[in-house]
Structure formats: C-alpha cells, structure tokens
C-alpha cells in the first residue's frame, strides 16, 4: 500500500510541475487534461504528503525524547502525544481512501450487464440488476446513462452497458464486478417450479484522457442503423449508431443510444478507453502480487459474487458469507446496506495486512 500511495504522490506531484509549465500552459487541452488528473489525485496525496511529514516529525520528537534532558524530555513526550493520534487518524483516512486499489477514487465508471445462462429468464433477470443499479445511483446522485444495450422480445438485456458518474463510484460499485445468480418461479414457468440463472457484471474505471493514449489511427469506426429500446414494439430505429474497433487488440465497441453520431462516437470512444485501461491493467496485475486477491472488490467477473433467492426473499454474497432476508429492498436500490459490509471486510482486511505503524 505504501508503494501505491509513493507512487500516486510522485505522480501528483509530476502535475504540479507541469501545471507550472509555460509549454503545458499554451496548450489548453493538455492543460484541461492535467488539470483534472492533478485534481482527482489531490485529496489523497495532500493527505499522504501529510502523513509523511508527521512521519518525519514524530522520529525527530522521538530522538529527542531518547537523548534530550529532562525538560527536553518532558516537552517531546507532550508533543508525541498529539503526533500520534493525528498520525493513527490520517492513516486510518488513507486506510479507507485506497480500499479498491489504484482506482479507488476514480468518479467515473463503466459497468457492463450481460444475461448468463437462463435464456430469457436470464435476461429478464439482467434487467432487474440494471434497474437496482439505476435506482441505487439516483439515491446517490450519480449520472447514470446507458451507452449501448441489446434487448429481447420480453424486454429483458442480453447486455447492457452504462456510464456512471459520481463521487466515490467505482470505489463502491467495483463490489458488483462477478457472475450473480437468481432462484425464483419465472412469470412464463406454469408449474411453479424454481429456475435458477445468471447474469454477469463488470465495473471498469474511466481512465483520464492522459493515461490512455488512443490516436484516430488506432481504430477505426463503422457507421450503421440499429434497433434500440426495451424491445418488442417499442424498438426505435437510428442511423446514428457507431461501432469502434481498436486494431491492436481486437476490441470492439458499439454504441447507439443518442441520436447524434457525434455524441455516440464520443461515448463509444469513452467505452473503449475503459476497455483498453482495464485490459493493460488486468496484464499488470498478472505479474504483481496476489495481495488483491484476498479483497473482494478484486473485480474477478468470472467468479460467482451473489445469489438473488426470491422465495425466501434472502441475498447471500458469497465472498464474505454475508445473508440478509431483504431482496426485496435490495432489488428495489437499497444496495448501501450491501456494499458496506463488503467495503468494511476489505477495510479490516488492510488493517490486518498493514499491522501496526511502529
């Protein structure tokens, strides 16, 4: 964690030289783009610089304590015993700041929705994540905007991919990234039996437009008319549709839920962009350590996260062994009570990790 944080003041205060910058200055985009990575990096590393300064002063105050004479000793045990709370409180702050890793503090994300096995159930089931992610947003007054779907005849998502916006969202909704699972009587089952299916979600950090450098070379852009909307005879038609794909991996990325070209071709590069970071990401991650893994926001879609049991009105989360008899009010957006269960096992888990400063 302390190479995480070293590494994000190093880099924040990079930006503060180049924000000094005559060259950096005349060039209003790269300024603009500077200007917000030095700003979302600021509260962390302000607090972190902080943290080392107390650092320094409190060894100094000790060695005094050690070597000084009486009254020298008497004023260094006094200041020590305001150092270390003040200490003890911004690690504590900074504990909570980087549960989720490098991207904890990002405001904006892109979470993916697809059915998994269940057929139309399965897709119907998509649906009901992505409206209790809609409306958790709305209680937290995130921006939350689709950028492409594909939808069945009985108004379910095959997929569905959002951007969501807000303070602290990918921080807590990197929590949802896995393979859940539903067990309940489907509207079209006539025996009443209980069907089980799946659906899988991915959360991906927005990166800032400096740290992924994608050239109008790098991809290439088709221009096509597809169906959007919830299905059966509320399709829409539009000829603004665009599909992205970037050439050296392969990606590929559509988007049509505006009826501008231009804003589509925006949010799709926004897509893609979020793609490619968590793709070079997740082939850092490979050759890091495998402290990551024994968090639960370690973002492993193809682990099985949660199981959504309507007879017995129950969710289980898998991970931490968590149960709560409230699908009802989780399924409706009540989805906080959820995730700050996870985020304080992963707070407890870094504690534990760290063990004491001294």
Sequence with gaps: MKELLDEKLARFEALEDQLMDPEVQADGARM??????HGSLAKLATKYRRFKELVGEINEVREMAENGDGDEREMAEEELNNLLPEREKLWDELLDMTIGGEDAN???????????????????????????????????????????SSTTELGGFKEVTISIEGEG????????????????????????????????VAVLPEPEDV?????????????YIAASGPGGQHVNKTASAVRITH??????????????????LAKGLRLLKSKLYDHFRQLEDQSR????????????????IRTYN??????TDHRVGL?????????????????????????QTLRSAMGSLD
């Design 32 to 37: 603009a783009a500077v200007a917000r990575e």
């Design 106 to 148: 990002r405001s904006s994300c892109v979470m993916e929705i697809r059915a998994g096995t269940g057929g139309d159930e399965a897709a119907l089931f998509a649906r009901n994540l992505y409206e209790m992610y809609q409306k958790h947003c709305e209680s937290k007054k995130w921006k939350f905007s689709p950028l492409e």
């Design 169 to 200: 969202c990918y921080r807590e909704l990197q929590y949802e990234s896995g393979g859940h699972r539903v067990q309940r009587v489907p509207e079209t089952e006539t025996k009443g039996r209980t069907h089980t299916s799946a659906a899988t």
């Design 211 to 223: 740290e992924v450098d994608l050239q109008p070379a790098d991809y290439s852009v088709e221009r």
């Design 247 to 264: 050439h050296e991996t392969g990606m590929v990325v559509k988007c049509f839920e505006e009826r501008s070209q231009h804003k589509n």
């Design 289 to 304: 350590s495998d402290e990551r893994k024994s968090l639960v926001g370690s973002g492993d879609r193809s682990q099985r």
């Design 310 to 315: 309507f007879p017995e009105n129950r969710m």
């Design 323 to 347: 149960t709560l008899y409230k699908l009802d009010q989780i399924i409706a957006g009540s989805l906080q009570m959820v995730t700050d269960h996870l985020i304080d096992h992963d707070r």
